[in-house]
């Protein structure tokens, strides 16, 4: 009813043209970014948040070797907790490949050592970086190359599987399914603060893009926190090429050239996801996110469209919907105001319903607080970040 009245109300605006046309702009902005969120958040968001699909099956048929590739850059204090947790893994073929990256701390030491208790763990050790490429893609492309099984699951050193199950359901697309990748989901640790707040919710806002598309089979990136794929696909299409000279992107940019909807599958159980932690700063926050942006603008012009498309609407009905409240609020036309008042909030409920729901699906815990607030905050992070 509200929508409908809104419509009237616009028909009769534009019919009057006494009223100026900045209020007429104001109405098409938020007529047409309510409309595209709407599709955004119950169409395209929704096929997350309502997924009805099986979880990964933790019985797998084909039990193929599984090799975990990880890259440490002075991770001693992370891979001593990392590694023990790994080699708690139900499953029966699998071993471990830590490129020890240039590290000036003990972290040799303490894989020579680990290597005496795991004998399934296995290192290479990087002295330097070619000048002409990444140093994490030169890790990486070296750890792959030596990975000992054809099926390579990737992590971080600082990152943690949920349960003993990840390596089964994170590679079982691969292995049972015949596909070339699995795309997983890897959250940060929960903490008290608006800093770790923020960070939980924009995480899952990039895991609504991202997965909701996967299972539209329309994927176009993933993290590199939790992503498997066959490394004879990786050798074929000679791992990074064309890709050398961009910082970051050994994740996303790989993807975005290679994954189609036929060869990846969206891995959606909280079992076979990671865990990371999260940067206890604004400044190292910042940091972070602006080598992620910067690797986004290499994407295919039609996957920067999936997420700029929602982006530009969430201005438009934020920039319209507050300048209309504003106008009539100024004007006193609270019949008017409280229209707009009331699609703000249907769209607020509807925002808060598709996350809650998508968190429990992804993680099976519970969403970040204040998720309305957050949104209209949002408005300001992407553009000026961006």
């Known amino acids: 009813t509200l929508i409908l009245k809104w419509f009237a109300e616009f028909d009769f605006i534009f019919a009057q043209q006494k009223r ?22 119950l169409f395209i968001f929704g096929k997350t948040a309502f997924y009805s699909g099986t979880k990964s099956q933790s019985a797998s048929k084909n039990e193929e070797g599984v090799t975990v590739v990880i ?17 708690e893994q139900d499953y029966p073929i699998f071993d471990v490949m830590i490129v020890n990256d240039r590290s000036s701390d003990r972290t040799k030491r303490l894989l020579e050592k680990m290597m005496e208790a795991y004998p399934k763990l296995r290192s290479v050790t990087i002295k330097y970086t070619p000048p002409h490429v990444t140093a994490k893609k030169y890790a990486l492309t070296l750890g792959i190359k030596v990975a000992k099984y054809d099926v390579v699951l990737l992590t ?21 399914q015949r596909k070339t990748f699995a795309v997983g989901f890897s959250g940060y640790e929960q903490k008290s603060g608006f800093l770790n707040n923020w960070i939980q919710f924009e995480t899952l806002l990039t895991a609504l893009y991202y997965m909701s598309f996967g299972l539209w089979k329309r994927p176009f990136m993933a993290v590199g ?3 498997s794929y066959r490394k004879s696909f990786f050798m074929e299409v000679k791992a990074f090429r064309n890709l050398w000279h961009i910082e970051g992107g050994d994740d996303d940019l790989f993807v975005n050239l290679y994954t189609t909807g036929k060869n990846t599958e969206i891995v959606l159980d909280p079992e076979a996801n990671t865990v990371s932690k999260p940067k206890e700063t604004s400044k190292e926050y910042l940091i972070q996110k602006k080598r992620h ?3 986004g603008k290499y994407y295919d012009s039609a996957d920067k469209r999936k997420i700029g498309l929602y982006s530009f609407s969430h201005a438009l009905f934020w920039i319209g919907g507050l ?11 609270w019949e008017h105001f409280s229209i707009v008042f009331g699609i703000i909030l249907l769209r607020s409920i509807l925002l808060v319903r598709i996350f809650k729901a998508a968190e429990k699906k992804i993680q099976g815990t519970k969403p970040p607080k204040n998720i309305w607030m957050l949104d209209l905050l949002y408005l300001g992070y992407f553009w000026i970040l961006g």
């Open 20 to 41: 100026p046309m900045g209020l007429f702009l104001l109405w098409f902005f938020f007529g047409i970014g309510i409309l595209i969120q709407v599709i955004y958040l």
């Open 71 to 87: 890259c440490a850059h002075n991770e001693f204090s992370n891979l001593k907790t990392l590694i023990p947790k790994i080699f």
């Open 156 to 176: 971080d050193a600082d990152c943690l599987p949920e349960s003993n199950q990840w390596i089964r359901k994170m590679t079982s697309p691969i292995r049972n």
């Open 225 to 227: 926190r939790n992503l």
């Open 293 to 295: 942006l910067h690797a």
């Open 323 to 333: 300048g209309l409240l504003i106008y009539f609020g100024l004007a006193q036309s």
